[in-house]
């Protein structure tokens, strides 16, 4: 086993754990938002490993970083003990989680089960040059539509901030 | 090339945690002496040895390696223990990409003095920047102190504020650079460019005759010069970042006693107390790269040292002594930038919460986002006319 195939395990491994620790953690909401952290950065690493390099910096900084630094900032303004769902509500919660990770799982069985060998990444993959080219030419329009529906949020919680203080 | 890196790591290492951290809490206690005209630390002795005061970070660590480490009752241990080294951990990485030299080739091989030479250096000092802001938070959560939440809540909400502002701030300098790998940065700045060939470009303005000097003066292509407001925004946010008057308003501790530190005591506040030390070497090198031209010296390149001292000694050697120049110009360079953090921060006083927070988003921002489009609007009406 190569060192790179060693460092794959590795991430994966955390990536895995942390993602075990954030739904097992249901009584420490901080302690289930680390251990998110923990598979966020893991990810990271695995992109490195990918050669997809600036998705792992972005990985770290939007996901790894604010995010669940967000995540953080609104559990101690709200206090750990957020009272539990109503019983109905609960369950649907629950059958859409499985759902979503039967979904989740029948995708990767996809990829699993007979998909083609990747074509060989070119040289300038993942640099920080290649991709900007490629999101403000070929992508511009997607860039686009993200920063309106990212301007709608910004608006949507203005209104709700400016009805709480009214 | 594994040893390479581990040597160059080592020496970081001990310049930056084991040196200049420590001299540096040294240097503040001096400064903040001479600006409030004492004497300053020079008590602290081994045998009746003081060496104007600097005995003291020996005593400091001596101190706090021998003092009780207390949990507080009802502390979350884990989180607890875990938060100094989440502190001390992405200030003492930061430093990876810093180039504290440039490339020197010595016939086959090529030395370069910097640990990570990476394709988007800025952005790693950005993405270790955002999981700096785990420390405190966790820090003033885990202990379970209500002064402790207080400050964690302004360090986080500071931290994720200012971090919008320090990105966008620097979004000119690489757009003018045409890169973010902070070797290449340092590249670009060792060369001058002719001042006035702006104006002319813009405004098709020759200079008066009186002033035919002006014409000709030629800059040092240093940040600082290409985009002065990226500078002074970038040095306030990165400084409010480190949380170091006159942001401290997470530590305020006229407010909130000690901030999201207070439940620690001996080496685990030490680490807090150091990582603050070893960010402003951080910052000083990332100001020095960005907006000093890293190691170069001003009207000197390169080419000119080696060719220079190379037809009386041999090319080798000067390679080896044009490196030592580079090395000391960067050291000395990020000096005057540690410099210029002391003396703002015995200057300034501490800012109240509010303001520090209109700072950042009703002025910095705006300001950071007109400087992009400026920039862009220069680069473009400059493109073809050099």
């Known amino acids: ?65 604010a995010i669940v630094v967000l995540f953080l900032f609104a559990v101690m303004l709200r206090g750990d003990e957020s009272e539990p769902l109503p019983r109905g509500r609960m369950r649907l919660v ?11 799982m029948a995708g990767f069985a996809r990829i ?3 998909f083609p060998e990747p074509p060989a990444a070119p040289t300038d993959f993942g640099r920080a040059r ?17 920063s309106l529906v990212l301007l709608a949020a910004i608006v949507g919680a203005l209104v709700l901030a400016k009805r709480n203080t009214d | ?100 030299g440039g490339s020197y080739h010595f016939g086959a091989t090529t030395v370069q003095l910097v640990v990570a030479d990476i394709d988007w250096g800025l952005l790693y000092v950005f993405a270790i920047g955002s999981l700096a802001a785990y420390g405190p938070i966790l820090a003033g959560w885990a202990s379970n102190s209500n002064w402790s939440i207080l400050g964690s809540l302004r360090a986080s909400a500071q931290m994720i504020s200012y971090e ?6 620097v979004v000119g300098v690489f757009m003018v650079f045409q890169t973010l790998r902070l070797t290449d940065m340092a590249v670009a700045q060792d060369t001058t460019f002719r001042a006035f060939a702006l104006v002319e470009g813009l405004f098709g303005l020759k200079p008066p005759a009186a002033l035919e000097w002006l014409g000709a003066l030629r800059l040092p292509n240093w940040g600082i010069f290409l985009q002065p407001l990226a500078f002074v925004m970038f040095l306030t946010a990165i400084m409010a970042e480190n949380k170091r008057p006159p ?17 620690y005591s001996g080496m685990r506040f030490g680490l807090f107390y150091m990582s603050e030390f070893i960010g402003v070497v951080v910052i000083a090198g990332l100001m020095t790269t960005i907006f000093f031209g890293g190691w170069s010296v001003p009207y000197l390149p390169q080419e000119a040292i080696i060719a220079g001292v190379g037809r009386f000694f041999g090319v080798g050697f000067a390679t080896g002594f044009c490196m030592l120049v580079h090395f000391v110009t960067f050291m000395l360079k990020l000096a005057a930038m540690i410099w210029l953090q002391m003396a703002l921060r015995w200057t300034l006083p501490r800012f109240r919460y509010d303001q520090v927070m209109d700072l950042c988003w009703k002025i910095l921002l705006p300001l950071s986002l007109a400087n992009i489009l400026v920039t862009g609007m220069v680069i473009l009406a400059l493109e073809g006319t050099a």
């Open chain 2, 164 to 169: 919008v502002t320090l990105g966008f701030s």
């Open chain 1, 130 to 146: 290649t991709v900007g080219i490629a999101l403000y030419s070929d992508y511009v329009l997607l860039v686009e539509m993200v």
């Open chain 1, 112 to 114: 699993l089960v007979g």
């Open chain 2, 1 to 100: 090339m594994v040893v390479a890196t581990f040597v160059k790591t080592a020496f970081i290492l001990f310049v930056v945690i084991g040196v200049l951290a420590p001299v540096i809490t040294w240097v503040e206690r001096k400064q903040s002496a001479l600006m409030q005209d004492r004497i300053g630390a020079n008590r602290a002795s081994i045998a009746g040895v003081t060496i104007i005061g600097l005995m003291h970070p020996v005593a400091d660590v001596i101190k706090l390696l021998a003092k009780e480490d207390v949990v507080p009752a009802g502390a979350n241990r884990l989180l607890h223990l875990l938060a100094p080294v989440l502190v001390a951990v992405p200030a003492v990485i930061a430093f990876a990409v810093i180039p504290f």
């Open chain 2, 247 to 263: 942001f401290d308003t997470p530590e305020g501790e006229s407010e909130i006693v000690a901030g999201y530190h207070i439940e």
């Open chain 1, 1 to 65: 086993m190569n060192f790179p195939t060693l460092l794959f395990h590795a991430f994966a491994l955390l990536a895995v754990a942390g993602a075990v620790g954030t739904v097992a953690n249901l009584r420490n909401t901080v302690a289930a938002a680390m251990s998110l952290v923990l598979t966020m950065v893991s990810l990271a690493g695995i992109y490195v490993l990918l050669g997809a390099h600036i998705i792992a910096v972005f990985q770290i900084m939007v996901y790894g970083g």
């Open chain 1, 94 to 104: 629950k059958a859409a989680s499985v759902l979503v990770a039967v979904c989740v």
